[in-house]
Nanobody, 124 residues
Framework: QVQLVESGGGLVQPGGSLTLSCAAS????????MGWFRQAPGKEREIVVA????????YYANFVKGRFTISRDNAKNTVYLRMNNLKPEDTAVYYC?????????????????WGQGTQVTVSS
């Protein structure tokens, strides 16, 4: 069983930056692949970024390449999402998720555990 708690969301101006954190409980965190998803009002949930259990492999959705960076610290049971050059279209609730399969995956159905989400609003 893994519990995930996101933090770091908020209101930021276009072009600004935010760093989201996802703290996980459980001794087996280091064996899970981790992902960040987002859902904007009226839209379906979509994958943003993901990272394999070793941290050696990552996936980035095209719309965030060059702007967002995912990283993990297995010693702290935490995964991070650094978001730079934020745009109004990045406004959404961002969810952290864990996949017990461990290997990198961008499919939401592979993720077993989900956080409650943190709101990110990009607006002037």
């Amino acid at each position: 069983q893994v519990q995930l708690v996101e933090s770091g969301g908020g209101l930021v101006q276009p072009g600004g930056s935010l760093t989201l954190s996802c703290a996980a409980s459980g001794r087996t965190f280091s064996r899970y692949a981790m992902g960040w998803f987002r859902q904007a009002p009226g839209k379906e949930r979509e994958i943003v970024v993901a990272i394999g259990w070793t941290g050696g492999r990552t996936y980035y959705a095209n719309f965030v390449k060059g702007r967002f960076t995912i990283s993990r610290d297995n010693a702290k049971n935490t995964v991070y999402l650094r978001m730079n050059n934020l745009k109004p279209e990045d406004t959404a609730v961002y969810y952290c998720a864990a996949a017990s399969r461990g290997e990198l995956t961008s499919y939401g159905a592979d993720y077993n555990y989900w956080g409650q989400g943190t709101q990110v609003t990009v607006s002037s």
